[in-house]
C-alpha cells in the first residue's frame, strides 16, 4: 500500500500471458480438482473427529495447528500429499510450511551473505541445494516462474516480491531495491522438477543484516479495506486459527467496480500474509477463473492460518499493465 510511511516495494509488473483466453488452463483444472478433494478431505476428517469417542472440548481435526503446518509425506488419517493450489495455504499435507526454515527434507536454501548494505539496490546471490547437497537447476515452473523470491523487514514493512535469475550452475541472484536498516527475512519459494521430492513446493528463508539505525513502524491496526493508487480493496472473511476460510477480495475505482484486472502471474491477484512476531509467511492466488483483461471486481481466496493474531496482508494485482501493491493488517482469531 503507498502510504508514504512505509518501505513497501515491488518487482516489476510481470504481463499476463497473452494465451489467457476464457477457458481453464489445465493446471488451473488440477488445482480445481485437488481444491474439491481437499475440501473432501476435510469434511471426512471432521466427520471422523466427531464421532463417538469425541468429547465436548476435545480438538477436532489433529494436525491443524501451527506446527502441524510443516510439510510432511503424510497429512493426518492418512490424507495424501497434494500439491499446493492457489488460493488455499496451510492444508496439512499440501502447506509448502510456514517459510521460517532454512533446510527441510534436504532441500536447503544457502547464501554467503549476512549482511547487506542500506538505502541503495543491491542483488542477494543464493543456491538451492537439493538432498544430494548439489545445486538444484530444474525446477517446475509455478504461477509462470521458477522461483518467487520475497522480502520483508522484521516490522514486516519494506515488501518485496521479485522473480531472480538463474545461472546454468544453479547460482541465483535476486535484484533487491533499496533496504531500510533492521532485520530482514528472505524467503525463496520454489518446486523441484526432478528429485525425491518431485512436485512438491517449498518455502524456506534465510535472515540477513542491514547495518544502520532502524526505526520500527508500528504495525497499522487490523482493517477490512484500504486505497492504493486509487483502488479500494476491500476484504471480507472470517478468519479463525487452524480453520479453512474464503476470503473475498473486492476491487474498486471512485466507486466504481473494478473490471478490467490483467493476469499476474497466471492469475487475477496474488496475496502475501505474513505473521506478527515470527514472520511466518503464506500465500496465496483467487481460485476466480481467469478471462483475459476482464478480471473483477470479486475474487475468491481460500486460506487456513495454523495461527492467531495479526498478519500483515500485501494483495497485488495488475490493470493497464502497472502492478499496484494494497497492504493492510488482518487479525485472526
Known amino acids: 500500500m503507498s502510504t508514504g510511511t512505509e518501505h513497501e516495494k515491488s ?3 510481470d504481463r499476463g500471458s497473452p494465451s489467457s483466453t476464457n477457458r481453464w488452463p489445465a493446471h488451473r483444472i488440477l488445482y480445481a480438482c485437488s481444491l474439491a478433494l481437499a475440501v473432501c478431505a476435510i469434511a471426512l476428517l471432521t466427520l471422523a473427529a466427531r464421532g463417538p469417542s469425541t ?3 476435545q480438538p477436532g481435526m489433529p494436525g491443524m495447528d501451527h506446527g502441524a503446518m510443516a510439510m510432511s509425506g503424510t497429512a493426518p488419517s492418512g490424507m495424501p500429499t497434494m500439491p499446493g493450489m492457489p488460493g488455499m495455504s496451510g492444508m496439512p499435507g499440501m502447506s509448502p510450511g510456514d517459510g521460517l526454515a532454512t533446510e527441510h527434507d534436504g532441500y536447503r536454501l544457502d547464501s554467503a551473505a549476512t549482511s547487506l ?3 541503495q539496490a ?6 538451492v541445494t537439493g538432498p544430494d547437497g548439489r545445486p538444484v537447476t530444474d525446477f ?3 504461477q509462470t516462474k521458477r522461483l518467487h523470491f520475497y522480502a520483508i523487514r522484521s516490522d514486516l514493512t519494506g515488501y518485496q516480491h521479485l522473480h531472480p535469475t538463474m545461472a546454468p550452475d544453479g547460482a541465483w541472484t535476486a535484484d533487491l531495491a533499496a533496504l531500510e536498516p533492521g532485520d530482514w527475512r528472505l524467503y525463496a519459494s520454489f518446486t523441484p522438477n526432478s528429485g525425491p521430492h518431485k512436485g512438491r513446493e517449498f518455502v524456506l528463508s534465510r535472515t540477513v543484516t542491514v ?11 487490523a482493517t477490512d479495506s484500504t486505497t492504493v493508487d486509487g483502488y479500494t480493496v476491500a476484504v471480507r472473511g472470517e478468519l479463525t486459527a487452524g480453520t479453512p476460510a474464503p476470503l473475498t477480495v473486492t476491487i474498486s475505482k471512485d466507486g466504481q467496480p473494478v473490471t478490467d484486472l490483467q493476469p499476474y ?3 487475477y491477484a496474488h496475496l502475501s500474509i505474513f505473521h506478527e512476531g515470527d514472520q511466518a509467511l503464506a500465500h496465496l492466488h483467487p481460485v476466480t477463473p481467469v478471462n483475459a483483461d476482464h478480471g473483477g471486481p470479486t475474487l475468491t481466496l481460500y486460506a487456513l492460518l495454523g495461527e492467531p493474531g ?3 496482508a500485501y494483495l497485488q494485482f495488475q490493470t493497464a499493465g502497472q502492478l499496484h501493491t494494497a497492504a493492510l493488517t488482518l487479525h485472526v482469531t
Open 140 to 142: 517446475t515452473d509455478v
Open 265 to 267: 502471474l497466471d492469475s
Open 117 to 119: 548494505p542500506a538505502g
Open 122 to 127: 543491491v542483488t542477494y546471490p543464493f543456491t
Open 211 to 221: 547495518p544502520g539505525q532502524a526505526t520500527a513502524v508500528p504495525l497499522p491496526t
Open 310 to 312: 495479526n498478519w500483515r
Open 55 to 57: 468429547q465436548a472440548g
Open 11 to 13: 518487482a516489476s509488473p
